[in-house]
Nanobody, 123 residues
Framework: QVQLVESGGGLVQAGGSLRLSCAAS????????MGWFRQAPGKEREWVAT????????YYADSVKGRFTISRDNAKNTVYLQMNSLKPEDTAVYYC????????????????WGQGTQVTVSS
């Protein structure tokens, strides 16, 4: 079992930056690839980024590539999402999740989820 708690969301102007954190409980955090997803009002949950168990492999949705960076610190049981050059279309609730499949972009392949943190980007 892994419990996840996100933090770091907020209101920011377009072009600004935010850093999201996701703290995990349990000693098995390093066993899971970790992902970030987001869900805007009226839209389906969207995959954003994934990081491998040891942090050596990352990949991103095209919509955030070059602006967002996912990282993890297994000693601290924490995964991060650094978001730069934010756009109004990045506005959403952001969720971290522990995955079963490093290469899946489907929320169905993620086993544990946080409660989400709101990110609002004003124009």
């Amino acid at each position: 079992q892994v419990q996840l708690v996100e933090s770091g969301g907020g209101l920011v102007q377009a072009g600004g930056s935010l850093r999201l954190s996701c703290a995990a409980s349990g000693r098995t955090f390093s066993s899971y690839p970790m992902g970030w997803f987001r869900q805007a009002p009226g839209k389906e949950r969207e995959w954003v980024a994934t990081i491998s168990r040891n942090g050596g492999i990352t990949y991103y949705a095209d919509s955030v590539k070059g602006r967002f960076t996912i990282s993890r610190d297994n000693a601290k049981n924490t995964v991060y999402l650094q978001m730069n050059s934010l756009k109004p279309e990045d506005t959403a609730v952001y969720y971290c999740a522990a995955g079963a499949n490093m290469y899946s972009r489907s929320s169905l392949d993620y086993l544990y989820w946080g409660q989400g943190t709101q990110v609002t980007v004003s124009s």
